[in-house]
């Protein structure tokens, strides 16, 4: 690959992990739940208000990169480690957003559902972006690769019940933390775990082609 498209490739994935980071803001900021793979950090920055949202994402997702470690040993390419300043860039970009949508009133329900939506469709943008950079894959999804390619198992299989794990994760914590009372883990979360995909499909496919040419030219 031409070091000029390689340079182009990594400028798309830092505006993906923006996007992203701000779709997550936009969920979070109308408290109804943000997506599966965040649900564990929400909660714990509900718990133990001296980190940010995005520093337990970062937390979260170096952990990831740590099982990702465990699990293919010799097999973990040194490139994946390059996961590790896009964590923390992400998790800079989730509180930056956090800071930019904090003036949007959230007091009616409606305006709140709204919200999840906004943030389901700016996640899966930046999420069909990263896929079209086609570069450095995020924390959670290599995760998931690297259980799909140890245990031969399909990647979306091994994905849905990585989502459930996170969300089931989430809501023990929940229970633990706060008098068995469920907090930060609501219907913006199942809605996101059902819609994200189909947003991700709907933007991959108009944007594959155009981008793809404006990578390689």
């Not at 992990?17 to 900021?29: D, Q």
């Not at 069909?128 to 031969?152: C, H, P, Q, W």
């Not at 809605?191 to 030219?217: E, N, W």
């Amino acid at each position: 690959m031409a070091k000029k498209e390689l340079v182009k490739r990594y400028i798309l994935l830092i505006i993906s992990l923006f996007l992203s980071a701000l779709g997550v803001a936009f969920t979070k900021h109308a408290e109804l739940g943000v997506s599966p793979i965040s649900s564990v950090s929400n909660i714990l920055s509900y718990k133990f208000t001296f980190f940010t949202l995005g520093t337990w994402l970062i937390i979260w997702n170096c952990i990831l990169i740590g099982g990702q470690i465990l699990i293919l040993r010799k097999k973990f390419q040194p490139i994946q480690l390059l996961q590790i300043p896009l964590s923390f860039l992400f998790g800079y970009f989730t509180d930056i957003s956090l800071w930019c949508v904090s003036p949007i009133p959230t007091n009616r329900y409606p305006v709140r559902l709204l919200m999840v939506f906004i943030g389901i469709v700016i996640l899966g943008f930046g999420v069909s972006l990263s896929v079209i950079a086609n570069v450095i894959m995020n924390s959670g999804e290599a995760f998931v690769k690297a259980v799909s390619d140890s245990t031969r198992k399909e990647f979306g299989n091994v994905k849905i019940v990585f989502d459930i794990c996170c969300v089931l994760s989430a809501v023990i914590l929940s229970l633990l933390f706060f008098d068995l009372k469920i907090v930060g883990a609501r219907e913006g979360t199942v809605l996101s775990a059902v819609f994200t995909g189909f947003v991700v499909k709907f933007f991959g496919k108009r944007l594959k082609g155009p981008l793809t040419d404006i990578l390689t030219k």
